[in-house]
Nanobody, 124 residues
Framework: QVQLVESGGGLVQPGGSLRLSCAAP????????MCWVRQAPGKGLEWVSA????????DYADSVKGRFTISRDNAKATLYLQMNRLKSEDTAVYYC?????????????????WGQGTQVTVSS
């Protein structure tokens, strides 16, 4: 059974940084594209970033491009999201997810698996 466990969220001031992690033990992590998605209070799911199986290809939503960096360590079966220059509009629950047909899905139906999420709050 696929299990994804996110960590690293918290409260940070605007302009600050956080690094999220997603542990993915027990399945063929290295063979799967992985994504980060987020859901702000009262809003729909927003795709944030995606990374190829080997880590050589990445993509980002325009809202986070230049500030966030996705990476992965296949030996540790762990996905990361380095978030810099955080803004209040980045406040959301962040999830790592395994995409189905497309890595740009903005609804839960576009993902096979996701974790329980980690809360990121950007506030002064």
């Amino acid at each position: 059974q696929v299990q994804l466990v996110e960590s690293g969220g918290g409260l940070v001031q605007p302009g600050g940084s956080l690094r999220l992690s997603c542990a993915a033990p027990g399945f063929t992590f290295s063979s799967l594209w992985m994504c980060w998605v987020r859901q702000a209070p009262g809003k729909g799911l927003e795709w944030v970033s995606a990374i190829h199986t080997g880590g050589g290809s990445t993509d980002y939503a325009d809202s986070v491009k230049g500030r966030f960096t996705i990476s992965r360590d296949n030996a540790k079966a762990t996905l990361y999201l380095q978030m810099n220059r955080l803004k209040s509009e980045d406040t959301a629950v962040y999830y790592c997810a395994v995409p189905k047909a497309t890595v740009y899905a903005s609804s839960w139906s576009g993902y096979d698996y996701w974790g329980q999420g980690t809360q990121v709050t950007v506030s002064s």
